[in-house]
């Protein structure tokens, strides 16, 4: 049976979405292609009609996954954000949780097309998280930029060393804990209305 070009763009969405999911749970190195092609109920031999390497594949899973990232950030506040991110939860689901966090690490080590996506994804949370400067001067909009680069890079780190720690470590809990309020004690308070 032939399949559609509509029904192919369908499987190919259904592949990187899964594929986005397994990489953040068991990193790159962690999925082979058959694996992933047997979760996304397809063969492996119809890999190479969607892709053409792995590597291609890690690159548009990480731009998902990155996507979903920035999602999340819109309709929480700040705070929200902080405590949702740096949960137990949200430790305990690198599946459905950030890109960055659960592959990081493994994308310093691969192309430079996967590079690429993580520098994109990051610019554009970056970008998400900015909604709001327009109407600041150009070093405050610089310092906020460089404020958010940090507390992004606090939450990420938090999170890896957490997920580091075995599961039922005190340890874990206590660098979500710390980092939390360290966070959360520089963020300016709510502006009542």
């Known amino acids: 049976m032939k399949v559609t070009k509509a029904q192919a763009q369908e499987n190919r969405?259904?592949?990187?979405?899964?594929a986005s999911t397994l990489f953040r749970e068991r990193g790159y190195d962690g999925v082979g292609v058959a694996d992933l092609m047997a979760a996304a109920g397809f063969t492996h031999g119809g890999f190479y009609k969607h892709f053409d390497s792995k590597a291609d594949l890690m690159a548009e899973a990480a731009a998902f996954g990155l996507k979903q990232t920035a999602a999340k950030t819109g309709g929480l506040s700040p705070?929200?954000?902080v405590k949702q991110y740096l949960s137990r939860e949200h430790r305990d689901s690198p599946g459905d949780g950030c890109t960055m966090a659960a592959l990081s690490g493994d994308a310093a080590r691969q192309p430079a097309s996967v590079k690429a996506t993580f520098s994109?994804?990051?610019e554009n949370l970056l970008s998400t998280l900015a909604e709001n400067d327009a109407s600041l001067d150009p070093g405050a909009r610089r310092a906020a930029r460089e404020r958010r680069i940090s507390?992004?890079?606090q939450l990420a780190g938090a999170l890896v060393l957490s997920r580091a720690c075995a599961d039922d470590s005190p340890?874990?809990?206590?660098?979500?804990d710390v980092c939390r309020s360290a966070i959360l004690s520089r963020m300016p308070a709510p502006k009542e209305d």
């Open 120 to 122: 994109d994804g990051i």
């Open 151 to 153: 507390v992004i890079a």
């Open 79 to 81: 705070v929200d954000y």
């Open 171 to 176: 340890l874990a809990d206590e660098i979500l």
């Open 13 to 18: 969405a259904h592949i990187v979405e899964t």
